[in-house]
């Protein structure tokens, strides 16, 4: 009886980015979104034929299987903005990695997992405004959700969170570091407080993205609003 032949698999290509790109370039949105699916949960056959399309792989000298996961996670997150449900919907690898890539935020991609569906939308109308904005804005995001935020009773920006919290349902814990009032420190899960943030910088009821928050309000969450000033407009 003959011997089988081992089969040669490996993790392709060298550039993940040049080959998505190429992807991107060499078919309609749609089909590009049924490749990545195609290639996101399993080894994928060498050379790839898929929908009466050859498509490049990169450098695969000698392998006949390969894991193309991270190409499939990087061209997922060059598709347009109107299929991302569709690419969060594949899961896994694709849907975290094309996350982080969109938004830089992983912080965001669990707030996109809220139950309640107008908080659900509310989050997705503002993760089509931080994917679109500058590097800087997106880190001064992720650097005012991140900071502790001091709270002095009876002010403006006190009234606010309260305000926002109820909004969303948002809970403390204690104790914590996440939010401080004088002699207690509470925390809020990151989820949570990335939701009440884009509710103070986009909310209806509080816009601080278009219209500078109280200079009571923690230094980060007013270097948010600012970063993001001219830049964007809030969700409706």
Request: proline share 10%; net charge neutral; aromatic share 8%.
């Amino acid at each position: 009886m003959p011997r089988r032949q081992a089969l040669n698999i490996g993790v392709s290509p060298d550039d993940p980015a040049a080959v998505a790109d190429s992807w991107i370039r060499l078919a309609p949105p749609d089909v590009v979104l049924r490749l990545v699916a195609h290639c996101s949960s399993r080894p994928v056959a060498l050379p790839i034929f898929f929908e009466g399309i050859r498509w490049p792989v990169g450098s695969v000298e000698g392998l006949q299987i390969a894991d193309l996961r991270c190409t499939a996670a990087t061209a997922a997150a060059l598709l347009p903005s109107a299929l991302f449900r569709s690419v969060m919907g594949i899961g896994g690898l694709v849907a975290r990695e094309a996350y982080d890539a969109a938004t830089g935020l992983p912080a965001f991609r669990d707030a996109m997992r809220v139950r309640r569906p107008d908080i659900y939308w509310f989050v997705a109308a503002c993760h089509e405004i931080v994917r679109r904005v500058p590097v800087s804005a997106k880190a001064a995001l992720e650097a005012a959700r991140s900071s502790a935020w001091h709270v002095q009773p009876g002010t403006a920006f006190a009234s606010a969170l309260q305000g926002a919290c109820a909004a969303v349902d948002a809970r403390f814990a204690s104790p914590g570091g996440d939010v401080c009032f004088p002699g207690a420190g509470l925390s809020m899960a990151p989820r949570d407080k990335m939701i009440v943030l884009l509710v103070l910088l986009f909310g209806e009821d509080y816009r601080w993205a278009i219209e500078p928050p109280p200079g009571c309000a923690p230094k980060a969450i007013r270097a948010a609003a600012t970063a993001f000033a001219d830049l964007v407009e809030p969700p409706p």
